[in-house]
């Protein structure tokens, strides 16, 4: 007997291109590669330069530098491209694109250092006539000269190159390297950066210079908080003292003229207040974003400390968390400040609505005071036209009388005028004032 074993079908996947996709899938898979880690070979000469850019600006910049590349005969910038690395005559470039700024990097081919030579020589000056090919897009911020250099001796008189008192120093990438700096510029404007390569790879080497350059630019651009927070700070304090008398002067104010003054005085200085809350929200958002950048490239490099010298982090966190800390106070006092004065101003709302409320009471009053008072002479007007129209009435019938009473005597009927006069009145009386009372009513259901 012979069983047969039917296998069970796999169920067949459609093929990748058989799915359509989101419109924004290539561009959130091309986010993750749009600055990559560019190898570097030891040595070598790096200058970055940051420029801050606004719209305008960053299109200009991104037209100029596409017809440099076309006119070096190299291919410009795709339209919707971050960064584009060109080569020129014996440099690469690397043109990169951000929110607010935008940089150049110039990578150039430096000699090793021979017969105790110091490291950033020629000086970044002299390159002037290079880096000027690229037409300035905006207000320069960000220049560093890094150096890369084979770890060939470890005498080098690194206080001939920075300043001891801000010397930074410490080993990364697991020994394979050192970097050195004072954070200051040098007479050309550069700020200056050592590494001393002891047997990186030539992608390690290119990853530690980019994260070097991201920490000396973004802490750059983290510190333009500190100004703004800077001139913040008296509006903010005097805006608290403004509202600390205001609502001691709330406690004290009567009436709804001076609580209308104070609701106005706060409303004022509400709109104020988040007039430069909303002109500082960018600033210290970016201040924020641009820290949290530079903590994170800090804890990427790996540092390990060197005797004698503070590293990286360790002098920059120093000097960095405080201004940091006086932008995150002014924006903190801002938002209480714009809580308070809500609250505040809904207080003294609520009350000059009482007291809106009560007046309006008091004008209803007076107003049904009136209606009943109008009222009461309407019907005392009423009375008094009953009688007079009786009068008329009666005076009417007396002279119709008066006219018959001739022809009823001819006819032998006798009967006093005067007598059927006054019999005629409390009937004529009765009928008139039924009749108005029946116009009144109307008058009633109809309102």
């Avoid at 067949?12 to 419109?23: E, I, K, N, S, V």
């Avoid at 951000?98 to 002299?126: C, I, K, M, N, R």
């Avoid at 004290?252 to 500082?280: I, M, P, Y």
């Avoid at 938002?335 to 004065?341: T, Y």
């Amino acid at each position: 007997m012979t069983t047969t074993i039917l296998a069970k079908a796999e169920p067949m996947l459609p093929r990748a291109g058989a799915f359509y996709d989101h419109p924004l899938r290539a561009t959130v898979l091309a986010e993750l590669h749009a600055r990559p880690f560019v190898p570097v070979a030891t040595p070598a000469r790096i200058l970055h330069a940051a420029f801050l850019v606004d719209r305008s600006q960053a299109g200009a910049d991104r037209a100029a530098f596409a017809a440099l590349c076309t006119a070096r005969g190299q291919p410009a910038p795709a339209r919707e491209a971050k960064q584009h690395r060109v080569s020129f005559g014996g440099a690469v470039v690397r043109w990169e694109r951000h929110a607010e700024f935008t940089t150049y990097t110039w990578e150039l081919p430096a000699q090793d250092l021979v017969d105790g030579g110091l490291p950033f020589h020629p000086s970044s000056g002299s390159l002037a006539e290079m880096l000027a090919q690229v037409p300035q897009p905006g207000p320069l911020l960000v220049a560093v000269d890094v150096h890369l250099v084979t770890d060939t001796a470890d005498a080098l008189a690194l206080d001939r190159l920075f300043d001891r008192a801000s010397l930074a120093r410490s080993d990364v990438e697991d020994g394979f390297a050192e970097i050195a700096t004072d954070f200051q510029p040098d007479p050309s404007g550069f700020v200056r950066i050592l590494v001393r390569d002891r047997g990186m790879t030539a992608d390690a080497a290119g990853a530690l210079v980019q994260r070097l350059l991201e920490i000396e630019t973004y802490r750059t651009l983290a510190l333009l908080g500190l100004p703004e927070a800077q001139r913040l700070a008296p509006t903010v304090a005097s805006s608290e003292q403004q509202l600390s008398a205001l609502t001691s002067e709330m406690r004290e104010s009567e009436g709804l003229a001076a609580n209308n003054k104070l609701l106005g005085a706060l409303t004022s200085l509400a709109a104020a207040l988040e007039a430069d809350a909303a002109a500082s929200l960018f600033r210290f958002g970016a201040t924020r974003a641009y820290e949290e950048i530079v903590s994170a490239r800090l804890r990427a490099i790996g540092e390990r400390p060197i005797s004698g010298y503070p590293t990286w982090q360790q002098f920059l966190l120093r000097r960095l968390q405080p201004a940091m800390r006086t932008c995150q106070a002014i924006e903190q006092r801002q938002a209480n400040l714009s809580v308070k004065l809500t609250s505040a101003a809904n207080l003294l709302r609520t009350r000059v609505d009482v007291e809106l409320e009560q007046q309006n009471r008091d004008l209803l009053q007076s107003m049904n005071k009136r209606a009943r008072q109008q009222l009461r002479l309407q019907q005392t007007v009423e009375g008094l036209s009953v009688a007079a129209i009786s009068y008329y009435v009666v005076s009417l019938i007396h002279y119709l009388l008066e006219g018959i009473h001739a022809r009823a005597e001819a006819a032998g009927l006798h009967y006093d005028v005067g007598t059927a006069t006054a019999m005629s009145v409390p009937l004529v009386a009765l009928l008139i004032w039924l009749v108005v009372r029946r116009i009144r009513r109307g008058h009633v259901e109809e309102g």
